[in-house]
């Protein structure tokens, strides 16, 4: 069983490397709409890639209010 | 017209096959122009079909295949208007759009959506009037009416209710989730996922392939396969206008207009 640290730094490094931002300047607490400046669309695609990773489905309103990439890996933790 | 270039689409046809292109920044939103040009397809579409055997239908837009109606203007064109005048206005556009989807969905070719990106409401909606849907792995599927307080209102809910089981049908509408190309598939929805970035290149082989069959029995076999909804899709438009004049669909198009974000319905 995948940690929730394991998630989390995966979360993040596919994140990095989508949105070509350095992976030593994102951390879990992080927005991931400010730091990775992206809008709804693109996070709608960040949403698609993370189901692909993960192999799970994750119904778009498990993030209402979910800003920050920890909450998200938690939300992602939750359907492994 | 054997080819078109206008303000939101294009179209031209080569070796059988129509291409239809959608290009309207920043996602093909379905407002007035487009609905134009739309109609300006749907009257050529008999001649253009007699010397081809598949239409193709997709997107230039990097965003996706289309993002839905054009609610920015469609709430524009409300204000100063009276609720008789504008529930005419909505009924004529809703009348018009399921004009061109019936003539897209009995078209007496085979028709494919290369789809990729936001395919949501109305993008939703043209998808489902093709014969074949061919989704890049990227693509996510929506009807987010619900979060305006609508339901899909060109045609879709009878479409999907034509290809897909009920429970699939409950949730989407229900849930207004976003769902990807891969669930699609596995509900029924998409014919091929492809890479990103391919879906067009694969519904252009899929088009060669249907080259080689017989057209006429193509025609005969794509009526008796799917049926129109015609009865259901009148009642969709009867549905919609009802709850249309509700207060709460004007609160939740005013947000939506004044929200700078593409998608502020979302999540």
């Known amino acids: 069983m995948t940690t929730i640290e394991k998630t989390t730094d995966e979360v993040l490094g596919l994140a990095a490397a989508h949105f070509k931002v350095p992976r030593e300047q994102l951390s879990p607490d992080d927005d991931f709409f400010k730091k990775l400046r992206i809008n709804s669309l693109q996070a709608l695609d960040l949403l698609t890639r993370l189901e692909q990773h993960f192999h799970i489905e994750l119904p778009d309103y498990e993030l209402q209010g979910v800003s920050d990439f920890r909450t998200l890996a938690e939300r992602i933790q939750s359907r492994l | 017209m054997k080819s078109f270039a206008g303000k939101t689409l294009s179209w031209r046809t080569a070796d059988g096959v129509i291409e239809l292109t959608l290009d309207r920044a920043p996602c093909n939103e379905i407002g007035s122009a487009t609905l134009g040009e739309l109609e300006q397809f749907a009257g050529a579409l008999d001649s253009l079909a007699r ?87 990227m693509t996510r599927f929506c009807f987010p009416e619900l979060r305006l307080g609508l339901i899909p209102g060109f045609g879709g809910i009878p479409r999907l ?76 438009i009867d549905i919609f206008c009802e709850l249309f004049m509700r207060p709460a669909v004007e609160a939740g198009l005013r947000k939506f207009v004044e929200s700078t974000d593409a998608l502020p319905y979302l999540p």
Not at chain 2, 80 to 91: C, H, I, K
Not at chain 2, 191 to 218: H, I, N, P
């Open chain 2, 51 to 137: 010397d081809s055997h598949a239409l193709v239908i997709s997107s230039a837009r990097n965003e996706g295949f289309c993002a839905g109606a054009d609610l920015r203007e469609l709430y524009r064109g409300l204000q100063d208007l009276r609720p008789a005048a504008r529930l005419a206005g909505v009924r004529d556009f809703l009348e018009r759009i399921h004009g061109v989807m019936n003539t897209l969905d009995a078209a007496p070719i085979t028709t494919i959506a290369a789809v990729h990106g936001v395919t949501f409401g109305g993008g939703f909606e043209l998808a489902l009037a093709c014969d074949l849907i061919v989704a890049d792995k």
């Open chain 2, 161 to 236: 209710k034509r290809d897909l089981g009920n429970a699939a049908v409950r949730d989407l509408l229900l849930t207004g989730r976003s769902i990807n190309a891969t669930k699609g598939q596995s509900l029924g929805l998409v014919s091929q996922v492809t890479g990103e970035g391919d879906a067009l290149r694969v519904a252009r082989a899929t088009a060669v392939q249907l080259g080689k069959f017989d057209r006429e029995t193509a025609i005969v076999a794509k009526r008796f396969i799917k049926p129109i909804p015609r009865e259901e899709l009148r009642r969709e």
